[in-house]
């Protein structure tokens, strides 16, 4: 073999394993699942969430799970009323400190005694719909009687309507600005809460005199918020400017999961039409996963409740009864 050919193979075999170790250059996952088969409690599985040692929690219709990639280990949810056990929120503190919040309060795994014990059940007897710890050892709890402040072991509500009831105090995701600015999103609108001051301001997107502001989930990157609705599609907020303005489609209008890698792509799990990853920065579907009848190799449902693109580069696709799939 001559020189010059030596020197193409190599470039070739060089060539081969640059781009097919790029991640914008892979040209599919292989998905495997988890169900009743595998040990999963309950094949709703509506909350993800990978913790700082490397375990993968689950959040099921009445249990929460944690997977270290080939056991499962259940916390069962106690109580008599199945329909308010659903686990909607997971989130980890200091010290490997897992909570999960759901219909029934705030939860806290006891690692001792490996079991969910209820957190301030006098006080936080309400629904749980998320969880977000800040860097100081605060926990913001979105509920459905507004918002609590977990510091401590001191819990401090904050109403954002002075009616319990209203629909306002349906807190359904947070996400912490920059500026010492924590945003919730609700039932009924969008609201800034100044930590500092603890003022709150309310932002509503107005359509031809129609409020477009039910909202289901929040992630942010920079000064823009991206908003996940039950059938408006996601809306997006410049923090900055104040205006709202609709994102692009993904095929279906209601964002079951919303999350980001904080610097360009969108996270975006749907119910009715699968998972898709989206360039905020091109406007464009990058990447999408949808269950395709007869292909072995795609995911098994497109009612998606919950995802999870984790720090090692794997994805997790919770569904509504089909258990999870992870790649």
């Not at 800040?134 to 819990?155: M, Q, T």
């Not at 009848?293 to 693109?309: A, K």
């Amino acid at each position: 073999m001559s020189h010059t050919v030596k020197n193409i193979l190599r470039y070739i075999l060089l060539l081969f394993l640059l781009f097919g170790f790029l991640p914008g250059y892979s040209h599919s996952y292989v998905f495997r699942g988890l169900s009743v088969t595998e040990g999963l409690s309950d094949l709703v599985v509506n909350a993800l969430y990978k913790d700082s040692i490397g375990y993968v929690w689950i959040g099921t219709g009445n249990s929460l799970e944690r997977f270290d990639g080939t056991y499962l280990k259940h916390f069962l949810i106690t109580g008599a009323n199945e329909k308010i056990k659903r686990v909607n929120a997971i989130a980890e503190t200091a010290g490997n400190q897992i909570w999960m919040g759901n219909g029934m309060g705030l939860w806290r795994v006891n690692n001792e005694k490996d079991i969910l014990e209820p957190i301030a059940a006098e006080t936080l007897r309400y629904g749980v719909r998320s969880l977000l710890p800040d860097s100081r050892g605060a926990l913001y709890i979105g509920s459905e009687a507004g918002l609590f402040i977990y510091e401590n072991g001191n819990l401090e509500q904050i109403l954002i309507d002075p009616n319990v009831l209203s629909a306002s105090n349906i807190i359904t995701g947070l996400s912490l600005g920059e500026d010492n600015t924590l945003w919730m999103v609700t039932n009924e609108g969008l609201y800034a809460l100044s930590l500092t001051d603890r003022k709150i301001t309310p932002y509503h997107y107005i359509v031809e005199d129609k409020h477009l502001c039910s909202y289901n989930n929040v992630t942010r990157i920079g000064t823009m918020l991206y908003l996940g609705t039950m059938g408006q599609g996601i809306i997006c907020f410049n923090t900055r400017t104040h205006q709202f303005s609709h994102f692009i489609d993904v095929g279906c209008n209601v964002i079951s999961s919303l999350s980001s890698d904080g610097e360009d792509v969108l996270y975006i799990g749907t119910d009715g039409n699968g998972v898709h990853f989206v360039s905020t920065r091109k406007m464009k579907s990058i990447r999408s996963f949808r269950h395709e009848p007869g292909q072995d190799e795609s995911i098994r449902s497109n009612s998606v409740y919950s995802l999870l693109v984790d720090r090692d580069g794997l994805i997790w696709i919770g569904f509504y009864q089909f258990g999870l799939d992870y790649s």
